[in-house]
């Protein structure tokens, strides 16, 4: 019974929203532009509290639980990558108290950071910049990737992370986020459908609520919003490659 409003907001983001997410589940998050996904996301490594409602891990209420148990438990991948005026190293170690060199080197062949980061000519120890301006979108989305790549999170957050990748690169990231989420709860956010076709199930949220819950094939006969998003996908794609 989770609602959530932003301060000195009157309207509702969430309204009285429910959802049982069971360990090793795959889970979608689908709906227009401002239908609350992020929203929700957001508030599950608490930087957000509900405004009423509340949500548990285990049957324990987050709000019992330590930041510092919360941040090690999920790791986030968004379409706003946090990056510091720091090395590529520091940047993908973030967060991460134990690894080795051989951990971050697996790290970053998984997520093809390889490529760009031996361009530079102190490759690991590169400075990239104030919230990482020596990068590309595409780069900086690798980084953090590989990030959680080396943290191991029992939990991803995944919201849009291929948003800034071309065609080519969002599949060798995909196969890779693919291979990150085997053995682990998820929650995806996804701008294109035919990256979570395969999820355990399918969350169509509107307006701040949950709507409808399924599979691809059941939502593809029975939610008209799912329906007119992969529609639309569709044309966008197919406008896509006439043009190319």
Do not use: W
């Amino acid at each position: 019974k989770v609602s959530f409003r932003y301060p000195n907001s009157t309207k509702l983001i969430l309204k009285n929203t429910n959802l049982e997410i069971l360990n090793g589940e795959r889970i979608a998050l689908v709906g227009y532009s401002g239908a609350g996904k992020t929203t929700l996301m957001n508030l599950l490594p608490r930087f957000f509290d509900p405004s009423s409602g509340k949500i548990e891990i285990g049957g324990v209420d987050i709000k019992n639980l330590s930041f510092n148990f919360l941040r090690n438990y999920f790791s986030l991948v968004s379409q706003d990558v946090v990056l510091f005026d720091e090395t590529i190293k520091y940047n993908i170690c973030y967060g991460s108290n134990k690894y080795s060199n051989q951990d971050l080197q697996k790290a970053c062949k998984k997520a093809h950071c390889n490529e760009f980061i031996n361009k530079f000519p102190n490759r690991f120890n590169e400075i990239i910049g104030e919230n990482g301006a020596r990068l590309s979108g595409g780069q900086k989305q690798r980084i953090a990737i590989a990030r959680a790549f080396i943290r191991n999170s029992p939990f991803l957050l995944l919201d849009e992370a291929t948003s800034s990748l071309d065609s080519k690169s969002e599949k060798k990231i995909q196969d890779s986020l693919n291979t990150l989420i085997s053995n682990k709860t998820s929650l995806i956010i996804a701008h294109r459908l035919s990256t979570v076709i395969d999820a355990d199930r399918i969350v169509i949220m509107n307006n701040g609520e949950i709507i409808d819950i399924g599979k691809h094939s059941s939502l593809m006969k029975s939610s008209k919003i799912y329906k007119n998003l992969h529609e639309l996908q569709f044309k966008r794609e197919n406008e896509k490659n006439f043009k190319t």
